[in-house]
């Protein structure tokens, strides 16, 4: 669903309120600074979960591969929309060496500051 079909006003907590998302009774009423829901949510909320969950199917997915360097891939392409740079296949390619570690870094990239809002 797009955020612009979610009910309004939201009900509270969701991930796009949370997040800065309108209440839509102001232009300006979202929020620029990271808050600690914000980061709970991210560490410990169902959108992370998804990544580990094993009847998910992105989790499914992800153990499914056996090379490590497609898991990096299938990673880069799934959360970021982009393969990653030589650079961050050398950096990261250690990380994939098991399932646990992947998934532990899959929650990792997915706190990067990659996905920081700049206006």
């Known amino acids: 669903m797009r955020a612009s079909e979610l009910p309004v006003p939201a009900r509270g907590g969701t991930f796009i309120a949370e997040f800065g998302g309108s209440d839509a009774e102001s232009p300006s009423s979202a929020h620029t600074e990271a808050t600690v829901p914000q980061t709970l949510r991210l560490l410990n909320g169902l959108e992370t979960s998804l990544l580990t969950n ?11 591969i056996k090379s490590p360097s497609k898991r990096l891939d299938f990673l880069f392409l799934s959360l970021y929309s982009a393969f ?3 650079d961050e ?3 990261f390619l250690p990380e994939m060496k098991t399932s646990e570690a992947t ?3 899959a929650r990792a990239i997915l706190t ?8």
Do not use: M
């Not at 094993?54 to 499914?64: D, G, M, Q, T």
């Open 54 to 64: 094993k009847k998910n199917s992105f989790a499914r997915s992800l153990r499914a």
């Open 112 to 119: 990067s500051n990659r996905f920081l809002f700049v206006q």
């Open 84 to 86: 990653p740079t030589e």
């Open 89 to 91: 296949k050398i950096a």
């Open 103 to 105: 998934e532990t870094f």
